[in-house]
């Protein structure tokens, strides 16, 4: 009984692309760029790593929401860029889906390496987040260093910044996990690849059907599974089997 009061906790990894129109350093971003102080995210979550750069070629280490060193992240795209020009109001899911790195379509990658066991063991699933300037359907492929390849799309309805809040979602949030290159019927902010196990991933655009064509990711995050509440579920099943067994 004691084990079922202390919630279970999935390993969580949180990056962001601070982005910001140009002129953003820094030391400066009230561009449009913006910082992750606090919790944040669909899969809500601390520690953020605040990505300032559109080039990151050799890898960099970042923590998990608990602060450890979990992977290192390298990436590249044409530039950084934000769907505004001036500082994001709303909180950290603001800031989140404020900059992002710019037209990844264009030779663009993000890659992590050295996931360790509390990702691999169980697998994982990575969530994409995407708030730009300009409407259509954006997708994103994750291929792992265990044979996985999953594509989804993602659709923004309106014009700059009008992927967040999305009044569908819980915290402004809505997940798509379609594999239509049109998008998902609704708005969606959040793309969800599922099923990946690898130590290792690259996060590459997936060109929509819709719109212009960029791929503009705000952020991503890596989550283990099961989440928090399906652990939790788990548990209590297996609790059921131990009652079963007793009386048998």
């Not at 009230?30 to 050799?58: C, F, H, I, M, Y």
């Not at 950084?80 to 909180?91: D, Y």
């Not at 900059?99 to 990575?126: E, W």
């Amino acid at each position: 009984m004691a084990a079922l009061s202390a919630p279970a906790s999935a390993a969580l990894i949180s990056v962001n692309f601070v982005g910001g129109q140009s002129g953003t350093t820094a030391a400066d971003l009230t561009k449009g760029g913006a910082l992750v102080t606090g919790t944040a995210g669909d899969v809500p979550g601390a520690n953020w790593n605040n990505e300032l750069l559109s080039q990151q070629t050799a890898p960099v280490g970042i923590i998990d929401s608990a602060g450890a060193a979990a992977a290192l992240l390298a990436y590249t795209a044409p530039n950084n860029w934000a769907a505004t020009a001036t500082s994001p109001v709303g909180g950290t899911n603001a800031a989140l889906m404020s900059g992002y790195l710019d037209n990844l379509q264009n030779s663009g990658s993000i890659s992590v390496t050295t996931l360790g066991a509390a990702f691999t063991s169980g697998g994982y699933k990575v969530l994409v987040y995407q708030n730009a300037d300009s409407a259509g359907s954006f997708g994103y492929t994750v291929t792992d260093n265990a044979g996985h390849t999953v594509t989804a799309y993602g659709l923004q309805t309106g014009a700059a910044a009008s992927n967040y809040p999305l009044a569908a979602g819980a915290n402004g949030f809505v997940e798509s996990t379609s594999t239509n290159p049109a998008g998902p019927a609704s708005a969606a902010n959040v793309v969800v690849l599922n099923g990946l196990t690898g130590s290792n991933f690259t996060i590459t655009a997936a060109t929509g059907t819709t719109g212009d064509g960029r791929i503009c990711p705000n952020g991503f995050q890596i989550v283990s599974v099961p989440e928090p509440a399906s652990a939790a579920l788990l548990g209590l099943g297996g609790i059921g089997l131990l009652s079963r067994r007793r009386r048998v």
